[in-house]
Every structure is written in structure tokens, then in C-alpha cells.
């Protein structure tokens, strides 16, 4: 069974930093993608970045981009977030999501394309 388990969510004054990290076990990771989402009270879970543990290829929402960086930690399938200049509206329970493949190269957007979701850490943004 493939677990994911986040860290690192707490609280950070706007304009601050914070940096969350996701731990993959239990599955195949030869060829996958590990990705964040963001849920914020109100708004549907949305997509914030993603990375390809091969290449280490990255996408990020526009909303985030230039302020989050997402990367890899050596052989492990292990992820952070490093969250720059945070605004309010970063505000949100944070998941860390993969998948073993991707349908489509546009795919890793898509919320379905991943079939293995952590329980999600909180992160507030206080002005």
C-alpha cells in the first residue's frame, strides 16, 4: 500500500516562508509524478506544483509561481515546498498527491491523475 505523509504546515506572517515535505513508501515509484494541492475553506482542492522524479521536470500554478519551488530529495521519493513570500490567500490545507504514470503530459494538472493522496498539513498565513 502506497502512503504519503506530510510535514512542515504551521503558521508564517504574510511575506514569510515555510517549507513542507512529502514522504512516499510502500509502492512503485519507478516512473511517477508527485505533486501538491492546496484546499482552501470554500474552494474546490486545486493544483500548486508538481515534479517528475526522473527529470525532475516542474509545473507550477500560476498563482504560486516565482514564490513556491518544488524539488526532489536525492533517491528518496521524498518532495518539498518551499513557500516564499507568502500571501493570505495561500491559506489552505496542503496534500501531497502521486501517481505511477501520467495519461497526458497536461495531466499533471488534473486532480484524477493522481491515485495516491496524503492526509494534508495545514497552512495559515496571518497578516
Known amino acids: 500500500q502506497v502512503q504519503l505523509v506530510e510535514s512542515g504546515g504551521g503558521t508564517a506572517q504574510a511575506g514569510g516562508s515555510l517549507r513542507l515535505s512529502c514522504e512516499a513508501s510502500?509502492?512503485?515509484?519507478?516512473?511517477?509524478?508527485m505533486a501538491w494541492f492546496r484546499e482552501a475553506p470554500g474552494k474546490d482542492r486545486e493544483f500548486v506544483a508538481a515534479?517528475?522524479?526522473?527529470?525532475?521536470?516542474?509545473y507550477y500554478a500560476d498563482s504560486v509561481k516565482g514564490r513556491f519551488t518544488i524539488s526532489t530529495e536525492n533517491a528518496k521519493d521524498t518532495i518539498n515546498l518551499r513557500m516564499n513570500s507568502l500571501k493570505l490567500e495561500d491559506t489552505a490545507v496542503y496534500y501531497c498527491a502521486a501517481t505511477s504514470f501520467l495519461r497526458t503530459q497536461q495531466s499533471v494538472y488534473a486532480r484524477n491523475q493522481y491515485a495516491y493522496w496524503g492526509q494534508g498539513t495545514q497552512v495559515t498565513v496571518s497578516s
Open positions: 515534479i517528475t522524479m526522473g527529470r525532475g521536470s516542474t
Open positions: 510502500g509502492g512503485s515509484f519507478a516512473t511517477h509524478v
